[in-house]
């Protein structure tokens, strides 16, 4: 069974600008979670969705938004980028969000 | 305010010994307990998980156990092998009995390194 993909693994964008991340589920999995790991804060959840909604959304600025396609796929966009949005953002998978949450490599995010 | 705690920033122990890795958590409505494995520039692999029903969980050579009433989780890993060494997290979440929220809190983890 194919694991959690995520696309792109690595990114460098400049201040101001927009980025989408996006992310595959194991499949037979709805529910998708994203998290942003930083050397200081360690992994920290941004938002999760399930069957195309938004269930639960962490402590971040509304620059931070994702959103769930009927098949599951999620991406993850943040606009007008800082310098402290640099970090490794991962996306977790699954199938009800009650169990474990299975991880992908990440997107590897540079804001220059 | 840290909700998941892993107090030891680093840990070394022998090959073929018992690596005890720490976390403690706050929040009481936290129901279900995992420990993920993360090497660099990969995402974290789920390891093991506990639900707060029980008080222990084996696979293999990795046992969680919990102590709810000292809001307490220990992962033991035996026997330590150099493959072990990485970051482990703890992470909780307050969604397993359908109740509460889903995500999950990471303590900011603990590296292990296993010297042969």
């Known amino acids: 069974k194919a694991g959690v993909t995520q696309t792109p693994r690595y990114l460098i964008k400049t201040r101001g600008q927009q980025v989408t991340l996006s992310c595959s589920p194991i499949?037979?999995?709805?529910?998708v979670s994203w998290y942003q790991q930083t050397p200081g804060q360690g992994l920290q959840f941004l938002f999760e969705y399930f069957s195309e909604t938004q269930r639960n959304k962490g402590n971040f600025p509304g620059r931070f938004s994702g959103r769930q396609f009927s098949n599951s796929r999620s991406e993850m966009n943040v606009s007008t980028l800082e310098l402290g949005d640099s970090a490794l953002y991962l996306c977790a998978s699954s199938r009800d969000a009650s169990g474990e949450q299975y991880f992908g490599p990440g997107t590897r995010l540079t804001v220059t | 305010d840290q909700q998941v705690k892993q107090n030891s920033p680093s840990l070394s122990v022998q090959e073929g010994r018992i690596s005890i890795l720490n976390c403690d958590y706050t929040n009481s409505m936290f129901d279900y307990f995992l420990w993920y494995k993360k090497y660099p520039a990969e995402g974290p692999t789920f390891l093991i998980s506990?639900?707060?029903?029980?008080d222990k969980n084996e696979d293999g050579r990795f046992t969680v156990f919990l102590n709810k009433s000292a809001k307490h989780l220990s992962l033991h890993i035996v026997p330590s092998q150099p493959g072990d060494s990485a970051v482990y997290f703890c992470?909780?979440?307050?969604?397993?009995?359908?109740?509460?929220?889903?995500?999950?809190?990471f303590g900011k983890g603990t590296k292990l390194s296993v010297i042969p």
């Open positions: 506990i639900s707060s029903i029980k």
């Open positions: 992470a909780a979440s307050a969604g397993y009995s359908g109740a509460g929220s889903y995500q999950l809190t």
């Open positions: 499949s037979g999995h709805r529910s």
